[in-house]
């Protein structure tokens, strides 16, 4: 089976409690409900992108104590460094009737990836023609990987929420497609461009505007996913769509948004058609 995507990133033990409301300081809320369950930014694009009928290759790092990274497809080939006297990443998650949400995650395993190890799944990056990577793995192994993957020919898809304080413009650099937020674009321009914005005032911004500083971010195609609609900033590649800027009407987001993108990119006619296909799914 050989693969066609290759997924790079976190996994974690995800431990998810549903509550009325959410706690506020000093006092708690009681759960409805509670269930624990494998996670992570790369397992939950890898089971999308499996779901989407791609033989998709994961790539992550797990400790010595995890329970089980069980719950793949069929099609998924997954290769994991076992780090040794580590625990295994946990994200905590508390959500509320609305869909409201507090996450916490402690990185653990995740921390360690290796360059090296990644690099030793060359059988993996030599079938794929995507890598679809996030920066909850060592941010080192993160832009290594960005790298072998472009002397490779493969198409580099960059998820960098929660923007971890390592991440820097050598990542951006490094990336064809970069997926961000509204919340991770505000954050990004103060960080990089030293622009203070919010994400309230992104989403009062005209597409010019954004795509302003987007071109600043990143030379590749920029997708920044607003409230109800994401625009499309694309760089010298517009990957088959008639415009360089555009907005379609639907909001994509999440892990299974990124990874049917990157899973629906392989055989799309152009970028847009895959954009629509990943929002609907995560719609």
Known sequence: MPVRLLVVGGYSEEERWRTPRLPRPGEPAYADDFERRPGGKAFHQVVAAARAGVATGLVAA????????????????????????????????????????????????????DADFVAAQDDLMDEARILLISTEANIDAVAATLERAGEKRLLRILDPGPLPAGLSVREFASTDVLLLDVHEFARVCGRFLSIDITAQAVTGMDDTTINALARRLCAGTVVVSLDRSCLVSHGADRHGDAADLYRVPTCGSGDVFKGTLAARLLDARCFRDALLAACDAAG
Not at 82 to 109: K, N
């Open 62 to 113: 797990i400790g010595d104590d995890t329970i089980d990274p069980s719950g793949l497809p069929a099609n998924v080939i997954a290769r994991w460094q076992v780090v040794a006297g580590v625990r295994t990443g946990r994200t905590a998650l508390i959500v509320d009737p609305r869909g409201a949400l507090l996450s916490v995650l402690s990185s653990g395993a995740n921390e360690h990836l």
